[in-house]
Structure formats: C-alpha cells, structure tokens
C-alpha cells in the first residue's frame, strides 16, 4: 500500500496541512485541505505530478472537521463526481460550524467567558468556516471505530482516537505498524484539546484531555512504526513523542493547579494568567481557553481541585 504524503498550504499559523494519497485502488484521499483558491490548486498539482486526477479518487476521508482537513471535502466530491466522504459521526463540525450553536455558547458561558468576548469568538469563526462547505447527513458516511477501508492489496483499520476532537479518527496499517494520525500526533507541537459539547449529551461538556490521553496511549499500544501527523514531518520513534507529550501535559497540569486559589476562579481568569499574550489575538483566544478548561475537568476528574457552579459559572477552587 503506498502512502504518499502531499503538502497543502493553508491561512492558518500552523502552516501546511498535510493531506495523504492513497495510491491503491480505489484510490482515497485521507484529508483534502481548506477551501481556497491556493489549496485547491496545490491539491490538484500534487495529486497530478502522481499521475492523479480528480476524477481518478474513488474515496474522501477525514480524520476530523477542521477547516483545514475538511474544507474542500465537498468540491472534490463534485470534481470526483462519485467519491464517498467518510467522517466520524461525533465530527459535527461539518454540519453546524464552530461557536455557532447555542450548546457552544452555554460552554462558553459557564467558563466565565464574558458575552462580548464569546461575540468576537463567533465572528471570527464565522469568517474561518467559509474556508469549508458545510455537509449535509445524507452527503457522508459515517466512520466507525475498528471498521475496515479495503483497497486492493489491504485494509487501513479505522481507529477512533478522540481528544483533540470528539470524532477524530486515525487509520493503521497493520501489515506494517504504520498510523495515518491527522492532529492526534503531531511532530513539533502539542496538538490542542479543542472544547467541544459531549456529542452524547450536548449539554455537558466533552472531556477533551483525558479523552486524548487515552487515545496517544491506544496508539502507542500498536508500537508505530511510522506515524503520519495532521501538519509537519512523519514520526518515526512515537515513544519519544509520547513521553514529551505526557512531560508537557502534566507541566501543565501542575501550572493550572497552581494558579487555583482558596478564592475560586474561573476558566477563564485561569486563561488569562496561563495564555496572556493569546488573549485578544483571533483564534489564539479561543485556544487559549479550550486548553485551560481541558486542563480544568483534567485535574478536576483526578481530586486536584475542587468546581462549584454559581449562576451558572463554574468556580474552580483548591482543596
């Protein structure tokens, strides 16, 4: 089975996404790309210097509902004219776009977020989804966790690995101990526990960071060989990722311990202690925030601190 990792570029700060051909029939792509004029025509030069067309792709399949994986998902199913799009069915990213439901708000709300802020959180998410094409539920199928995508002379195993969203998908080879991991592992940067509504109960809030702990450890059980990541180089030692993920997350985790005082605080206080140079800076915000209440409902899961709700906000207090 051959792999062939194409470049993408994107707007975004963390640079080129990375989208993979699946040169074996029926010939797949594993993320496509933002919807932009520059994206599109990389894809479509990439895909051509391997003797590719649009026309040629028989299968679309996204780890997860990032702009950047996803936003031109519907563009090359319509160049295809026949290609299937696969995605998890927790990726709701699609369907209704970021900050846009009132779930979202309510998230946002309770960690202290002031209105005004949330205002410029959804404006500029608004601007980032016209870089995707939203997706009706009849327009993709839906991945499921150890399903089999058959191609000619293998399968890719199908592996849910939720954290960095609630539906993020990697794809293993297991003839060869290789994983396709999207933003699960990425080789420079600790990916960001995105906050999300619990896709089984939409009223609570999805518990991103021991969700992804789970997952890099789920990965690590198959020994990788080689790993794909979402942007940057391949990984060929996962163990050392591994553990610089782990020493990073509970650097963290102790620094967001640390900043809770007898007095409470919210996610959002903590926030601006931990990330000041994010707050006010576009999307950086946002990240800001999903990240400090990742390590919120972490360390509140595991005793380290104590969360009392009041009108509606929650406080995060020592023990």
Known sequence: ??????????????????????????????????????????????????????????????????????????????????????????????????????????????????????????????????????????????????MELEFASGVLKVLHTPGHTPGSCSFLR???????????????????????PDPIDPTKRFKSLAEYLVSLARIRSFSPTLVYGGHGEAIHDFDEIFHRYVRAIDERQKNVVDLVSKDGATAWDLAQKLFPHAIGKDIHQFLAVSETIAHLDYAETESKIAVEIKEGVEFYRQI
């Not at 030069?45 to 299968?59: A, P």
């Not at 309510?106 to 960690?111: G, K, V």
């Open 174 to 196: 297991e003839a060869n101990r290789t994983i396709i991991a999207g933003d699960c592992v990425l080789k420079r940067i600790t990916p960001n526990p995105i906050v999300s």
């Open 1 to 146: 089975m051959k792999i062939i990792p194409l470049s993408i570029p994107t707007p975004f700060y963390v640079g080129d996404v990375n989208v993979y051909l699946i040169r074996e029939e029926p010939l797949t792509l594993i993320d496509v790309g933002p919807k932009t004029e520059e994206a599109s025509s990389a894809l479509r030069d990439k895909l051509r210097e391997n003797g590719v067309q649009f026309t040629d792709i028989h299968r679309i399949v996204l780890t997860h509902a990032h702009e950047d994986h996803c936003g031109l998902a519907k563009q090359v199913r319509d160049a295809t004219r026949n290609a299937k799009i696969f995605v998890h069915a927790w990726e709701t990213e699609h369907l209704f776009g970021r900050l846009a439901r009132d779930e979202q708000k309510n998230l946002m709300t309770r960690a202290g977020v002031p209105a005004e802020i949330f205002l410029q959180m959804q404006t500029l998410y608004k601007g980032i989804s016209l870089l995707t094409d939203t997706l009706a539920e009849s327009e993709f199928s839906a991945l499921e966790d150890e």
